[in-house]
């Protein structure tokens, strides 16, 4: 099986600044896409950033400029460095991942548990 593990969220002041992490492990041969998403109650849950295997980024038009996303391929992690934090960005954050696990197999999608991300004065 894949592990999606999430970390670093946690409670922050409006203006302020939180880093994500999210490490996959288990049974992978390769890991191409990776991805944070959020959802808030009542919600949709809605793409923030995403990362290729080719290195190409795309972000939601509500974060750009401030959030940016990054992996360490070696380690099968992505972080998600928010900057300038608002209110409005409060939500679970969930990582998502297309994972390979051996060669020739069909890549498939994997969401971690989730971090709560509150920006709150």
């Known amino acids: 099986q894949v592990q999606l593990v999430e970390s670093g969220g946690g409670l922050v002041q409006p203006g302020g600044s939180l880093r994500l992490s999210c490490a996959a492990s288990?049974?992978?041969?390769?890991?191409?896409?990776m991805g944070w998403y959020r959802q808030v109650p009542g919600k949709q849950r809605e793409l923030v950033a995403i990362?290729?295997?080719?290195?190409?980024?795309n972000y939601a038009d509500s974060v750009k400029g401030r959030f940016t996303i990054s992996r360490d391929n070696a380690k099968n992690t992505v972080y998600l460095q928010m900057n300038s934090l608002k209110p409005e960005d409060t939500a679970v954050y969930y990582c998502h991942a297309l994972v390979e696990r051996a060669p020739g197999r069909s890549p498939m999608w994997y969401w971690g548990q989730g971090t709560q991300v509150t920006v709150s004065s």
């Open positions: 288990g049974s992978i041969f390769r890991v191409n896409a």
């Open positions: 990362s290729t295997s080719g290195g190409s980024t």
